[in-house]
């Protein structure tokens, strides 16, 4: 896949995405920029091997469909939701080097994410499938394990200090979502009573 001759650069974001938040569209931005991409795609995690999700993953696959629809460089991607069985980022980054053939992956993770790298499924794999953006508001050089680099780059930037557990606690108490998501997703949220169902 190229763009005026040139290797199509396309960064990944995975993520429960439960709710997504302006701290993750934040977070592409300023990978997109800094890294001069092509395109960012959000990539839900249909079972998410790690976390306990609340709204189900046609919900969340909606809402960052919604948070992204006036967007040119984003988009959703369903590979992960689609697949049967616990998501893995092995699994998707395979999917989607298949999916995109010839383009270069750049798949983004913030810092405490990737100081766990190492309990990943087939962790020594996935430099071979993707250069890692490793985000931190702190600045901080991430340890990077042997096997992944120098397939590791690390991203400074100023993102929104906006977590979706917030977003979520938020809701449970009453308080608005102003600022935090954005406003079409704060309306599929009301419109669908998410994340009250064990309030």
């Not at 396309?10 to 001069?36: K, M, R, S, Y």
């Not at 616990?86 to 699994?91: C, F, Q």
């Amino acid at each position: 896949m190229t763009v005026d001759g040139q290797e199509t650069r396309i960064g990944v974001l995975g993520g429960t995405f439960d709710p997504p938040q302006n701290g993750h569209i934040a977070v592409a931005e300023a990978v997109f920029e800094g890294l001069h991409l092509d395109h960012v795609l959000f990539v839900p995690a249909g079972d998410p091997w790690h976390k306990d999700e609340e709204a189900t993953p046609a919900e969340r696959l909606a809402m960052v469909s919604l948070a992204l629809e006036d967007s040119q460089h984003f988009s959703v991607s369903s590979v992960d939701i689609d697949r049967p069985g616990p998501t893995y980022t092995i699994d998707t980054l395979r999917d989607l080097s298949k999916l995109y053939l010839g383009a270069k992956l750049f798949f983004i993770v913030g810092d405490e994410a990737f100081a766990g790298i190492q309990t990943w499924k087939n962790y020594e794999e996935l430099g071979e499938f993707a250069t890692f953006v490793v985000v931190s508001r702190h600045g901080t050089q991430p340890e990077v394990p042997a096997k992944l680099s120098p397939s590791v780059n690390l991203l400074e930037i100023s993102a929104l200090p906006i977590s979706s557990t917030q977003c979520r606690e938020r809701i449970v108490n009453g308080q608005s979502l102003e600022g935090l998501v954005p406003d079409n997703v704060a309306e599929f949220i009301e419109e669908h009573q998410l994340y009250r169902r064990n309030a």
